[in-house]
């Protein structure tokens, strides 16, 4: 039994933040899986280093430059072709948990995150195309998402919600996923391969150490050194203690009756930026029940040797609400820090997405001259 899979017995499910060709195919994931790890994560920045830093896919590339494709055709179908078999590594832990782990997710275009009705459009065909129970779409929780979300899950499609640094963007994006169950409950699913209400899974993935990074720059100017890398896990539990309040209430109840699964927080960008703190911190002090952590490479190697393993989401609360209301005593504005680092990671996941299909265009052109 490794460390992963001792945080599964304390409800806490380990995802893997990378997806490469040769991850699969050689039996690194097969070797990840059987070390505990339940699920995977990509986004733009991950398929750009896959794709355009390797040549995993210049065969595949050749063959689809053969069949006359486009840079967005290529680019897709290479990025189906790799969810669509890791889903199928995953499926087994699918099964076996009753839709609650195995899951693969790909995010949608990000520069459609202004943009609801086309996000709900690209969403569905993806989760159609890719034919997998196992499948979540990931869609930012931006001002055009979150209506989004709420219809994807009501026409009952898997979602992961993206780039949630802040407290009231969490509580929107628990609302939105609350009132797509409703409408799921009253109406059924109603796109192919869609799911009912006992099946259909989301989870809200929550930013952790960027919000260290900006915040502590802020700290910095205020010559406030005490609470120097201790926002950002304030802010999480702090965060899943709304999430035990929504997951409970009166509203939640009867959802809950007719077999709806809770959406479950998922602590994202746990690698450690500042390498003055330990590599694990974001994992140790984030460990909770009906909770997901997805680790880059790094951080799931030093925590298999070095992590520690005790259930921590529940203690401290109090003084993790102190501490963030210190920090508005300081003159320092978490929320308007938090809604700058969405507005930032939507730029952040389109400029590698950009840089790809450039990298694909030249590689096209590349072996075609070859």
Known sequence: MTKLHELRELGQSVWFDYIRRSLITSGELQALIDKGIRGI?????????????SSDYDDAIKDLIKSDKSVDEIYESLAIEDISMAADMLRDI????????????????????DDTER??????????????????????????????????????????????????NYRAVADAYIAGLEKLLSSGASVKGGLPLNRVASVASFFVSRVDTAVDQALEQAN??????????????????????????????????????????LWASTGTKNPNYPDTVYVDQLIGSDTVNTLPPATVDAFLVRGRVAETLTSGVAEARAQIAKLSDLGIDLNAITRQLQDDGVVAFAKPFDALMQSIAEKKESLKAA
């Not at 994560?41 to 830093?53: H, L, R, V």
């Not at 609650?100 to 520069?111: A, I, R, T």
């Not at 990931?138 to 993206?162: F, M, R, S, W, Y």
């Open 94 to 113: 699918y099964d076996a948990s009753g839709a609650g782990d195995g899951f693969v997710s790909l995010e949608v275009n990000p520069h459609l995150a």
């Open 119 to 168: 996000t709900i459009a690209e969403a569905t065909r993806l989760f159609e195309t890719l034919n997998r129970p196992n499948v979540m779409i990931k869609v930012p929780a931006t001002p055009a998402g979150i209506p989004a979300i709420a219809e994807l899950i009501g026409a009952g499609i898997n979602v992961n919600v993206t780039l949630i640094f802040g407290l009231d």
């Open 224 to 265: 406030e050194k005490e609470l120097l890398g201790k926002i950002a896990i304030a802010n999480s539990k702090v965060a899943y203690a709304e999430f035990n309040e929504i997951f409970s209430g009166s509203r939640w109840e009867p959802i809950k009756a007719k077999g709806a699964k809770v959406q479950r927080v």
């Open 41 to 53: 994560t990509s986004n733009p920045a991950i398929f750009e280093k896959a794709i355009a830093g």
